[in-house]
T-cell receptor, first 114, second 116 residues
């Protein structure tokens, strides 16, 4: 079984400032890692994922996350945030065998301050 | 590609009635679909996993007689909340797994259920 910890429930950031949303996981097996974004009253959208290969993965809207196996982390970063980035961000983990359940963290609410 | 729809997006029903929520994969075949429940400002809690043509597997603590799940085809799964009560009010989200990408889930937009 896996577990995910998102230590920051809320992160306020000024517009154009950098941000890091933290995610740590626990697992006894190899994992796949995901970041999802949820806008108010909507479902989840996949932001980026780590399956294998390069430990640094990027999204099309400027976010990136780095898989750090030794620290069991998958932190999400963006060098300069925009008002439209205001949303709830969920980190999720699954076993790396396919057909596995997703386990979600408790989410981090990112609020961008104009 | 990989679009999942849910219907209805919002539903209000009276206590004691039943309500059905549909989850459809629009452009791919979903051998597995998942149903989640999300309380305000909280994370997603997996309720059950449904595989096409077989009985759903419910997570511990989820009443299978209250939350009936049917996965009759490779593109449709339904969740029926029977004898709904106000405490069943929540945001229900489904997701579907593409057979060709067994490590990824595609999420629907969610259904807001309010029981009065």
């Amino acid at each position: 079984a896996q577990s995910v910890t998102q230590l920051d429930s809320q992160v306020p950031v000024f517009e154009e400032a950098p941000v890091e949303l933290r995610c740590n996981y626990s697992s006894s097996v190899s994992v796949y890692l995901f970041w999802y974004v949820q806008y108010p009253n909507q479902g989840l959208q996949l932001l980026l994922k780590y399956l294998s290969g390069s430990t640094l993965v990027e999204s099309i809207n400027g976010f990136e996350a780095e898989f750090n196996k030794s620290q069991t982390s998958f932190h999400l970063r963006k060098p300069s945030v925009h008002i439209s980035d205001t949303a709830e961000y969920f980190c999720a983990v699954s076993g790396a065998f396919g057909n596995e359940k997703l386990t979600f963290g408790t989410g981090t609410r990112l609020t961008i301050i104009p | 590609g990989a679009v999942v729809s849910q219907h209805p997006s919002r539903v209000i029903c009276k206590s004691g009635t039943s309500v059905k929520i549909e989850c459809r994969s629009l452009d791919f075949q979903a051998t597995t679909m998942f149903w989640y429940r999300q309380f305000p400002k909280q994370s997603l809690m997996l309720m059950a996993t449904s595989n096409e043509g077989s009985k759903a597997t419910y997570e511990q603590g989820v009443e299978k007689d209250k939350f009936l799940i049917n996965h009759a085809s490779l593109t449709l799964s339904t969740l029926t909340v029977t004898s709904a009560h106000p405490e069943d009010s929540s945001f229900y989200i489904c997701s579907a797994r593409d057979l060709t990408h067994p490590y990824e889930q595609y999420f629907g937009p969610g259904t807001r259920l309010t029981v009065t």
